[in-house]
Each structure stands twice: as C-alpha cells, then as structure tokens.
C-alpha cells in the first residue's frame, strides 16, 4: 500500500489530478487481490519449505514494484527531459534505480524458484540502498512540489504586473482628458463657487493621475534590468531637479549640494534615479511652508568602495512610530499625505536591484536624513 499510495502521488504530479473514486477502489481490490493470492502460497508449502511461502512473494512483490517505479521513472523523465527542474530529476533518477533494484530482486526470487542450490543474499547494505533510494525519491517530490508552486507563484506575478501596467497605463489616458475638460471649464465658469468646485475635482483628479503614475512607475522598475554605467552624481541631480522642480513649492526650497568632480559612482542609473526623485520629491511635498530658510541637502561621500549618498531636509519629520513602516506598500505616516503610499516602497524595491540599502534618521518637526548606501559603487579617478 505505501508503494501503491507512493506512485498515485507521482500520477498527481505528472497529470495534476487525482484518481476518481472508482479508479481508487479498483487499486485498492487489486492490492488486495494479490496480497490474498501472496497468502494462499503459504498452504502449499511443505514444512520446513520457504519457495512458496517467502521467495514467490517476495519475487511477486519485487516484480510489481519493480516493472511500475521503471515505468513510472520513464514518464517524469518524458516530461521533464527539457526541464531544468531539479525536483524532476532527482526523481526520476531515484524512481528508475528503486525500480531496477527490485527487478534485481525479482530476478534473484526466480533464479532461487528454479534453482535449489541457489541462495539470495541480502545483508544490510541493500537495506541502506533502499532506504537511501526511498529518501531521495521523497525529497525529489517535496522539491518538485516547491518548484511547481514557485514556477506558479512567479507566473501569477507576471500576470498580475503586466495586469496593473495596462489598466493604469490606459486609465491615465481618460484621467488625462478629464484634467483637460477641467481646465477648459475653468475659464468658462465665471462664478466664485463653480471655480471652487472645479478646483477641488482638479485636485482630486490630478491625485487620481499620480497614483496611477505611482502604478505604473512600480510595474516599469520590476521589469527593467539592471544596466551598470558609470555617471557623475550631478549628472542625475540635474535631472532629477528638472522633474520636480514644478512641484508645489519647490519654488521656495533652497538645494544644498556641491558638485565636485570626484562624485563619480558606478551602478544603475535608472534605478538610482528612481530612489533619489522619490526621495526629493518627498523633500519637496513634505517641507515646513513655516520655515524661513528651507532646504534639501544633498551629500557624497565614498567609504572604501562603498558609495554613500544622504537627502537630508529641515521638513515636518516623520514621526518615531511610523519611520520603520515608511517603506511598506501603501503606507503613509501622516493624514495629510497626499501621495499613493507607494513612492519609498518602490524606492526599496529599487535599491534591492543594485545591491544597496538606505537608512532613516528623522524627528518630527525638524526634518530626515535618508542616507543610501551602494556597495562596490565607488569609482576612483584613475579607474
């Protein structure tokens, strides 16, 4: 029966269904069956005898075992053979040396049936062969298992990234025509409460449009691959500073950050631009309007071949509670944010691609200190 029960788990995994009930019962009255017919071998035997009532079972049950776990092993290696699946391979390996092993044996019961002078030895090495063999045939399924569900993990992942890219990438085109209408009824409504109610449909749509953007910034960063360059830090700072320099009050904000010719790095461009336009733009949507001198720093430094890159303001802060939880998904640490939740979570996912990590220091009404730090970014001048 563990046999019988080993191989109707292999037919699970080749054909990915189970048994119907009558293909189970009709197993279970052929195991049944043969083990009666193993039994009634015992009533011809005469005494002192052992042919009937050991070998021709024992060579029986070797046959059955042997013939089902070859033929098994030569259907998961059919199924497999272009398959780079470990799990797969362990197993049908294991499969076909446990069946060979057992026809080993039903040739030896035979041999001994029509051969009296003929003795199988069996001592405790084959023991510890069959055991092994059982082993490895176990692990071979677990891994399998694993892989199956990884390779359907990863499958719905694709699915589900290339699903929020097209439904944000063609919700924006409406979003966009929306925020054109609004700002072509804006000069059409003259009176002060119909503008008031155009303007706040305008912020809530433009909303609506940066989340979508946020989506869509998400699904372009996972699929993107990592391209290695080297690059001046000004180089990204300038273009970073063009995109969000249209941003609600980026205008009254000083940027802190002097350019040398030794802030040279190597690694993504792309990714790293990502993490420092989240980290500006949130500089920027979180200043303190009450300050007089506002500010975002900006700060190199190379530590042996590590590249170290800090954003510091003078904003609100974050609060100690939220500043372990800022780079969830969807997280925000303050009610009046009026971002997706998503920007320091992409950040994260960002720096993961390029082997790097960033750390958080912050007080609440004085401002953060985001520090990223790059592993084997550091390029010297003669390089």
């Known amino acids: 029966m563990q046999v019988v029960w080993l191989l109707q788990g292999t037919y699970h995994l080749i054909q990915r269904k189970s ?30 005898g052992y042919i009937f009532s050991l070998v021709i079972p024992f060579t029986i ?13 030569v259907q998961i290696m059919r199924i497999g053979r272009r398959d780079s699946a470990v799990g797969k391979k362990l197993l049908w390996i294991s499969f076909m040396l446990y069946g ?82 609004i ?17 706040m449909m305008e912020e809530r749509v433009k909303k609506l449009d940066h989340i979508f953007g946020d989506i869509l910034n998400y699904s372009r960063n996972i699929k993107t691959e990592i391209n290695l360059k080297t690059f001046r830090l000004g180089e990204m700072v300038e273009d970073v500073i063009t995109d ?50 506002q500010f975002i720093a900006i700060r190199f430094e190379k530590v042996d071949r590590d590249v170290h890159i800090s954003v510091e303001d003078n904003g609100i802060g974050i609060a100690p509670e939220s500043q372990h939880k800022v780079f969830d998904m969807f997280y925000r640490a303050t009610s009046e944010a009026e971002g997706s939740g998503l920007g320091l979570f992409i950040v994260q996912q ?29 390029v010297k001048l003669d390089d």
């Open 100 to 181: 060979f092993e057992n026809l080993n044996y039903a040739l030896g019961g035979i041999r001994m049936i029509f051969d009296e002078h003929f003795i199988l030895e069996l001592d405790n090495t084959l023991g510890v062969i069959d055991f092994l063999l059982l082993s490895f045939i176990g692990i071979g399924m677990i891994i399998w298992l694993l892989e199956e569900e990884r390779s359907a993990l990863e499958k719905t992942n694709r699915e589900l990234d290339s699903f929020l890219y097209s439904t944000s990438h063609d919700l924006r085109a409406p979003v966009a025509s929306l925020l054109g209408l």
């Open 19 to 48: 048994l119907s009930f009558k293909q189970e019962y009709i197993q279970y009255a052929l195991v049944i069956f043969i083990a009666l017919v193993c039994s009634l071998f015992y009533l011809m035997e005469d005494e002192g």
């Open 183 to 199: 700002n072509i009824a804006k000069h059409d409504i003259k009176d002060e409460a119909g503008q008031q109610y155009v303007q």
């Open 350 to 378: 960002a720096l993961e691609k390029i082997n790097a990590r960033i750390t958080l220091v912050s007080e609440l009404g004085k401002g953060s200190i985001f520090k990223v730090i790059i592993e084997n970014a550091g």
């Open 61 to 73: 049950k070797s046959l059955i075992v042997g013939l089902a776990f070859v033929f098994a092993g």
């Open 244 to 293: 969000v320099k249209f941003n609600q009050g980026a205008d009254s904000i000083r940027l802190d950050y002097d350019e040398q010719i030794h802030h040279i790095l190597r690694t993504d461009y792309y990714q790293l631009k990502v993490v420092l336009g989240n980290l500006i733009s949130n500089a920027v949507k979180y200043h303190d309007a009450k300050k007089p001198d």
